[in-house]
């Protein structure tokens, strides 16, 4: 990492000829415009965002452009989880080619994941590729879905299953907008933000369970801090593993529970994903509990952890009368992951020693998940 004159940190991506930075810090907006014209093919953008981030960090977005002296344009979408569609995909790019942009045209994802997800994948496939810059305003987004390439939409059969792998030319998380963001905005990002301490690196998490508050909470130096160690961390997973062959797959520690959980409630706000995450990554430790992987002491640290910033960490209010252990091993039969009908989960042998687990008992997997439907029950 290095720190650049105006207190903006900057983590380096080793990724060969598709290297790229991400910026950090308090104002790093307003440092926009710099950073993208020296590494812009041409001097012209398209800003996409939404209803919700677009009237507080639009304006100081394109003002910094103006100043760098780059042309653009701005597209808003409606918000939430249902904009990442092949219907908005479709809206979006039928709008990039109304416009002519060319294979110099740079998009610029001003938002959460969802933002970043579906314009990512749009520069993919537009003109058979164009660069795009991340900008997320989500903590969720700083720490996680903004670096590593990962781009994609829903569909009625799951999470992220049309996508393609893309990197950004550059990421830029400004730790200014999270103080725009309600609290369970905040503890969506900050579920992402305790697993990569799950995944491998015991320190962090012992140093999130005393800075937890205070991230969420509004510490400048704590949140860049925060999300500089969740990035370093997918960072380094990122580039020894980029198309999730065998290691990058640690990244979905709690996700094949969590996509299983939101397709189920039906991708609505009543469940968001870092909150799914959150329980996921709890069902994971059960999962490694029963497989005799990890001592529940374990398991019920990062439980009450979860518990103590306000996360859930059982399905208590979301699981209806349909719900079954069969109806979610359907769910994660669907998952990513999943290879000739094997189940492949994220587990862990203790805090910050997680593994990836292939060809899991569906039985036991059944066991764990029927014990969170009959508590909710």
């Known amino acids: 990492m290095s720190l650049a004159s105006d207190g903006i940190e900057i983590l380096h991506v080793p990724m060969g000829d598709r290297s790229y930075d991400i910026h950090v810090g308090d104002g790093a907006i307003g440092r926009a415009g710099t950073i ?6 041409a001097p012209r953008v398209v800003i996409v965002t939404d209803e919700n981030v677009a009237p507080d960090w639009l304006g100081p977005l394109e003002k910094s452009l ?7 344009r701005a597209v808003v979408l409606p918000p939430g989880e249902h904009t990442k569609s092949m219907q908005h995909l479709e809206e979006l790019l039928d709008d990039l080619l109304a416009n002519n942009i060319d294979r110099k045209t740079t998009l610029v994802a001003l938002g959460g994941g969802v933002v970043g997800d579906l314009t990512g994948f749009a520069a993919a496939v537009v003109m058979r590729g164009v660069d795009f810059v991340q900008i997320p305003t989500t903590l ?6 903004s670096v ?15 996508g393609a792998f893309h990197q950004p030319r550059a990421v830029i998380a400004d730790t200014l907008t999270l103080n725009t963001l309600p609290m369970r905005e905040r503890l969506c990002g900050y579920a992402e933000v305790v697993k990569y301490g799950v995944i491998n690196d015991r320190e962090f998490f012992d140093w999130l369970q005393t800075n937890g508050r205070r991230i969420l909470d509004g510490d400048a130096a704590a949140r860049r801090e925060a999300v500089l160690r ?7 997973i990122v580039a020894a593993d980029e198309r999730e062959a065998g290691l990058r797959a640690l990244l979905n520690l709690g996700h094949t529970f969590a996509h299983a959980l939101e397709a189920q409630v039906g991708f609505e706000d009543k469940l968001k994903h870092g909150e799914a995450v959150a329980i996921g990554m709890v069902m994971a430790l059960d999962l490694s509990v029963r497989l005799a992987m990890i001592s529940e002491t374990d398991r019920d640290v990062l439980k009450a952890h979860l518990e103590d910033v306000g996360l859930p960490t059982d399905i208590r209010g979301l699981a209806g009368g349909n719900w079954t252990a069969d109806v979610l091993l359907e769910h994660m039969g669907r998952d990513k992951k999943t290879q000739d009908g094997k189940l492949t989960f994220i587990l862990a042998r203790g805090i910050g020693n997680s593994f ?3 060809d899991v008992d569906p039985g036991t997997v059944a066991t764990v998940l029927e014990s969170y439907i009959n508590d909710a029950r």
């Open 230 to 236: 969740s990035c370093a961390n997918k960072a380094e």
């Open 140 to 145: 969720l987004a700083q720490v996680d879905s």
């Open 356 to 358: 990836v687990a292939n």
């Open 148 to 162: 590593g390439g990962k781009t994609g939409i829903d569909t009625r059969y799951g999470k992220n299953l049309i």
């Open 36 to 41: 993208l014209k020296d590494i812009l093919r």
């Open 66 to 72: 103006d100043e760098a002296g780059i042309r653009h």
